[in-house]
């Protein structure tokens, strides 16, 4: 039976780091991930990252599914590596939804973590999540919800968007957004609906409320 360490890994003191990890296909949560850096680096002291996960399909594959223009869209973006978690007192992560769960991208680099889970580097970061779907109802709720599954795994401190957002709750347009974390409706394909204004807000809601908890946590 591994002994897991019970101390809180957050140090006090200084700027905190905050890192967006995400993986997107078409672009879509890449503009998410943005706004949510965005909202991140407004709150004084945060040190924000943005990093993708690694790609697993393959160059030819991505050609078949219309892919390739998009990808180079942010393919400045550095590649998040195991070093991008444990150097972090925050860390937000954002997938598209894969029939209500995590895009398999994703959960390829999280299945790399097994070392650190059992050194307990993660243990009392704060972990945040935002997705996007093809659909209203295409499983935004219940990416997060899986998803967060993970980060306590780890014994991450799980921060969501609180109703205080009120974004969230319009009635005036249809959009992603739940007390769960930011999310978007992206449609099918490349040339599709982009995030519009108010999820994106949401989003910017998300870093800025994201790195607000951790401040505290950090004792900035």
Do not use: C
């Not at 050194?119 to 945040?128: D, Y």
């Not at 306590?152 to 249809?174: A, D, K, N, W």
Request: no cysteine.
């Amino acid at each position: 039976m591994l002994s897991m360490p019970s101390t809180m890994v957050i140090q006090t003191g200084g700027n905190m780091k905050i890192n967006v990890i995400f993986y997107s296909l078409y672009g879509h949560n890449y503009k998410m991930a943005e706004a949510v850096a965005e909202g991140a680096r407004e709150v004084k002291g945060a040190d924000v990252g943005l990093f993708q996960v690694p790609e697993t399909f393959t160059p030819d594959i991505l050609e078949k599914m219309g892919a390739t223009e998009s990808k180079k869209s942010f393919e400045h973006i550095p590649v998040a590596t195991i070093e991008n978690l444990t150097e972090a007192d925050a860390i937000i992560f954002g997938t598209p939804t894969r029939f209500g769960m995590m895009a398999a991208q994703m959960r390829a680099f999280l299945d790399r973590t097994g070392g650190i889970w059992v050194k307990g580097s993660l243990i009392g970061k704060v972990g945040s999540v935002f997705t996007s779907s093809s659909t209203q109802h295409g499983g935004q709720e219940s990416t997060i919800l899986s998803f967060h599954a993970t980060l306590l795994h780890h014994g991450m401190i799980i921060v969501g968007v609180p109703y205080s957002e009120t974004r969230q709750s319009t009635l005036e347009e249809i959009t992603g957004g739940s007390p769960y974390g930011a999310s978007t409706i992206a449609g099918s394909g490349a040339n599709t609906r982009q995030p519009s204004e108010n999820e994106l807000g949401i989003a910017r809601f998300q870093g800025r409320h994201v790195a607000e908890i951790t401040k505290r946590l950090v004792g900035g």
